[in-house]
């Protein structure tokens, strides 16, 4: 009670001394020019303070807050009470509102807001801070998840900058939801803004506080993120705090290459050139910056050349998208890859920044590409690469529950240019289904793409593979010297089969070509296939190759590797040769001529039996086959 | 060159200078008026220049045993990343993080300095956060023979970094050491001792100790007043260093900041002369 009184006298003391403080002002006349708000820095102490009203948000209970005159503060005569609504609650689904005021006060000779609080268990306040005054929001400042206990504490919101508080309608606000569906009451009390000596080291952040480059171009518009602040409270902890990015003051080294605005929008205005965009709170300079890179002018994406009826859009300006749930999924907690999208001219693409992985969701509804051949991508890398990167791409099919990743290699001379992948749905190993396509992930398999720009995202029907119309070429071994398994200009060996169909691995199907009445055999849908000649096996002791003619319809994006494995029924023996397909040999006959000694661990071939070809890099969606047989040389 | 410097002692209330700094115009209250003293300057240290004056100060290295009697969590280093000069007459004590692993700073002067009576004084600038325990402190001459707490101790500042207000003056002696010492702390009214420098100081002689904040006298322990045997009339050495966690300070949080550095503008060791 004394205490009490003790303090009552000491407000009073206060209030006095400010008093004389003022009145020992002599008024210039020049002083007169600006009408100054008041400095009240009582918000709620035994009831509204001048001016102060109450607006509850949309969507909380209307009623959720009351004076409360039994539970007080050092039994003062009224506290703020909050109820916070059950789940379910048909009044609301939170208590939030807003203490504001008509005129604006002059907080700038204070440092926080403070306050007593308690409720009826522990809990946790969404939301609870100041500057919210239902209008421009400019300073508005909060902290995320105040835990507030069963007893009265004291709480403190440090201000970033006081002295842009020179006119603040926003004095308190808050927003809190129930906890584990069940509501509860917390109390407010003594709710003041006050100048603390015991706050100390304010540190502010851009970028959370990271030195970031980045690759732009003129016309390229984004804003500056990660704005953090946080202060060391008077136990010594550091309390985070959200602050508005008003509070921070932008720079740019370089208007005439970037122009940052008060809101932290960034403009890349001209360049080839560098513009460093910094920042400061008050005198506090904060950690972080980013130059810009600008290259000039914007080089676009090339203008895709499907044509729109053969196309399912994701994500471009030259077809009508599908429903997109969302181009970045910010998939917790391992992915780190945030967005920046940008537009430039009308051209919107998708920028993924602190890249690992990422995913593009479009469930609603899934994609039905069971009648499309590719996917395209349009990626440009702007940061310079060191070494050979690998960007990953992964197809999820919700239907079928099945996924298929692709890998492709993007060389140190890529980086920094416009990069077109057409990649083969056929290639997506483990995609046996594409009819419920809902999910495009992105990987960095190296960890070495720290950001990437991205359109132009689609599947698309490249339309049939141009129809064979050339027989393979004649061969030229003389017949005494051949043992053929499958030509038209041989007599061939029995053969038991050139498809063994072996389950449950194998996918490759098949069928015989015929051309001008030269027969070929068509394997599609190929992983491997096995050629069987066992009744009898074939004695190719005398033989010094084995002869293929193959044909790859499908151009290919990438290397492919084509193996050949002999398999010896008689001594159990097998072995395998590799051939490298360059992607400049597809859509022609191959002549392959493969040395049978070359074929490790095949001690012998005087009981061959079959001959088995295998996709090693799953990029072989089919090929057409002729002429295969031994010869001696 | 020996300076002679004159301290006038006054001892007044938080609350009348709280009010003088309101009425600035009302005269100095003096009740509890000190002495006047002489003091001559004996040894400091201004950590002026690039590196620390190995001819004052020894580095203690390492974990100590026991985390140096106290449970501490730091390792102690005499890396320039832990203990080194500013370049701007400061010395630096930083207490880093690395993981679960802390390092450190502890230096003294046994061996090189001690004394026995007279004023100890630094002025520095605290480090602050829960499990952070700086600390500006004696030790006797004799702990090689007579060993702790036999040897005596005079923490002339200590602070828990969770108190970053708040700082403690102590001694500890036969009887009354660890968690027993005959101490009392003083608090900084709307401030905190890692906002800017303080001088922390205490003026020892045969009869007593006192303890003083910015020549403001808070504690004084006379040679009565320990429920033990008074240990504290042979030489002392001195000590500073940042310990991170430990029995007197508890753990650091992850709501510590790190790294956390202690700036000592200077050491300064004064006899009285009459």
Known sequence: ?????????????????????????????????????????????????????????????????????????????????????????????????????????????????????????????????????????????????????????????????????????????????????????????????????????????????????????????????????????????????????????????????????????????????????????????????????????????????????????????????????????????????????????????????????????????????????????????????????QFQVELVDFGADVAGSVATTITVDEAQQWITLDLPLDNFPGLTSRSNLAQIIFVDVNGNIPSFYADNIFFYNEGDAPPLTEPAPTPTHAPENVISIFSDHYDNVPVDYYNGYWEPWQTTDSEFYEINGDNMLYYFQFNFVGIEFANPTVDASSMTHLHVHIYLPNPLYANAQFLVKLVDFGAGVEGTLTTTITVDQTQQWLSLNLPLANFPGLTSRSNLAQIIFEDINGNIPSFYADNIYFYSN | MKAIYNFKKTHISIIVILIMAAFSGCERDDFQKLPERNWELIWSDEFEGDSLDLSKWNFDIGTGEDGWGNQELQSYTNNPANISLDGQGHLVITAIQDGNRFTSARINTQGLFSQQYGRFEARLKTPFGPGLWPAFWLLGDNIETVGWPQCGEIDVMELRGQEPHTIHGSIHGPGYSGGNPVSRNYTLINDRFDNDFNEFAIEWDADKIDFFVNDYLYQRIENTDTPGEWVFDQPFFILLNVAVGGNYVGFPTAQTPFPQKMIVDYVRVYREVN
């Open chain 1, 1 to 389: 009670m004394k205490a009490n009184i003790i303090i009552r006298f000491m407000q009073h003391l206060a209030a006095g001394l400010l008093l004389v403080f003022f009145m020992g002002c002599e008024r210039e006349i020049t002083d007169l020019e600006v009408a100054s708000s008041p400095a009240n820095p009582e918000v709620f102490i035994d009831g509204f303070s001048p001016g102060l009203n109450y607006a509850a948000f949309g969507g909380s209970v209307p009623t959720a807050f009351d004076v409360d005159n039994d539970v007080t503060w050092n039994n003062s005569t009224a506290s703020m009470r909050f109820e916070v609504p059950d789940a379910n609650d048909p009044r609301g689904s939170f208590a939030g509102g807003v203490f504001f005021t008509e005129a604006g006060r002059d907080l700038s000779g204070f440092n926080a807001l403070t306050f007593w609080a308690k409720a009826t268990q522990s809990v946790t306040i969404g939301e609870i801070g100041f500057g919210n005054d239902l209008g421009e929001n400019k300073h508005v400042v909060s902290i995320n998840g105040l835990n507030i206990t069963t007893g009265w504490k004291k709480y403190i919101i440090p201000i970033p900058d006081p002295s842009r508080l020179t006119n603040e309608r926003g004095l308190f606000w808050y927003a809190a939801g129930n906890i584990d569906g069940k509501g509860f009451t917390f109390w407010i009390d003594e709710v003041r803004y006050e100048k603390l000596g015991t706050i100390a080291h304010p540190k502010f952040a851009i970028l959370n506080g990271e030195d970031q480059e980045e690759t732009s171009f003129i016309g390229v518009s984004k804003v500056v993120g990660g704005l953090t602040s946080t202060f060391n409270m008077p136990t010594g902890i550091n309390q985070a705090i959200n602050i508005a990015p008003a509070y921070f003051e932008f720079e740019s080294s370089d208007p005439s290459i970037a122009t940052v605005d008060e809101r932290g929008h960034i403009t890349v205005t001209g360049g080839p050139g560098n513009a460093e965009i910094t920042a400061h709170v008050g005198d506090v300079p904060a950690d972080g910056s980013l130059i810009i890179q600008s290259q000039g002018v914007f080089v676009h994406a090339p203008v895709p050349t499907q044509a729109p009826e053969d196309v399912i859009s994701i994500f471009s300006d030259h077809y009508d998208d599908v429903p997109v749930n969302y181009y970045n999924g910010f998939w917790e907690p391992f992915q780190t890859t945030v967005s920046a999208d940008f537009e430039v001219n009308g051209d919107r693409v998708l920028h993924y920044l602190d890249f690992n992985f990422v995913g593009i969701e479009f469930s609603s509804p899934t994609v039905n590409a069971s009648n499309m051949t590719h996917l395209h991508i349009n990626i440009y890398l702007p940061n310079p690469l060191n070494t050979n990167a």
